[in-house]
């Protein structure tokens, strides 16, 4: 089960990210926004795409479901962290992450 210290280690793994507050929570960021965690460290939110959520979602409902509110329609998805492992954890943060990678470093990433 991954921890507060596991999520923020992946996340800082990643090229390029920096951590900021953001209203409550802490936010992971490349030239976006793509994960923040909740107080508690037993939910994040990361963004996904509608096709990856709705995915991850149908796979594990138990670890994925949408953002209750618009924010869930733009693919916005909580995680509740105790349902995954670290390979699934980390897994969904690298693609929450090349979602907001700057425009030419993704297309660069998916060639």
């Known amino acids: 089960m991954p921890t507060v210290q596991h999520f923020r280690h992946i996340a800082m793994s ?33 963004k996904l795409s509608r096709d990856e959520q709705e995915f991850k ?3 594990a409902p138990e670890a994925f479901r949408p953002v209750p509110n618009a924010w869930g329609q733009q693919g916005w998805t909580t ?8 390979v699934e954890l ?6 929450a992450w090349q979602h907001a990678l700057p425009r030419k470093r993704a297309r660069r990433q998916a060639t």
């Open 14 to 46: 990643l090229d390029g990210t920096t951590e900021a507050p953001h209203f409550e929570r802490v936010a992971f960021k490349v030239a976006r926004i793509y994960a923040t965690l909740a107080p508690d460290g037993l939910t994040a939110n990361l």
């Open 57 to 59: 979602c149908m796979m």
């Open 79 to 86: 995680v509740t962290l105790a349902a995954l492992n670290p």
């Open 90 to 95: 980390q897994a969904a943060l690298e693609l």
